[in-house]
């Protein structure tokens, strides 16, 4: 290989590597943006308690109603997993989040 193929192709990873590296940085902050009022601490239980098995849904997924179904399924599901459940706090916080953003 040449010289100048090799600074060539040293400075193409490097510039992979920092575009790869700032993505990861973006993806962590924002990763969650598009949930509406992220940055509240509703929010924030709310990303917590339910993107630890799969991803965070949406919540205008679902109706209020059917919200509080899947509350009681996923309480299962914790048990299932020996997750500990929900604190009686997280809870409110999580129905008031899907409350007021739901269908
Ligand atoms: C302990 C793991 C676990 C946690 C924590 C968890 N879930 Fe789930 N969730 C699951 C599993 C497993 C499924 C898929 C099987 C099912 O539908 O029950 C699921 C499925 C879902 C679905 C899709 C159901 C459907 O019928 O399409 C929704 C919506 C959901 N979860 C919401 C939540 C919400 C809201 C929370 C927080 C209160 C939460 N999950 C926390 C394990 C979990």
């Known amino acids: ?4 193929s090799i600074l ?10 920092s575009l790869l590296l700032m993505g990861c940085a ?5 990763s969650h943006a598009y949930l509406p ?7 924030g239980v709310y990303i917590k308690q339910c993107g630890a098995c799969h991803s965070v849904p949406h919540p205008k997924r679902l109706s209020a ?3 509080k179904n899947i509350l009681v399924v996923m309480d299962k599901r914790r048990q ?12 409110k ?10 269908r």
């Open 80 to 91: 299932e997993r020996k997750y500990p459940p929900l604190t009686e706090a997280q809870r």
């Open 26 to 30: 973006l993806e962590t902050e924002n």
């Open 37 to 43: 009022d992220a940055q509240t601490e509703a929010a």
């Open 65 to 67: 109603t059917a919200w």
């Open 8 to 17: 060539k192709y040293s400075s193409f990873t490097l510039l992979s590597a």
């Open 93 to 102: 916080k999580i129905m008031r989040y899907l409350d007021a953003h739901a």
């Open 1 to 4: 290989m040449k010289i100048d």
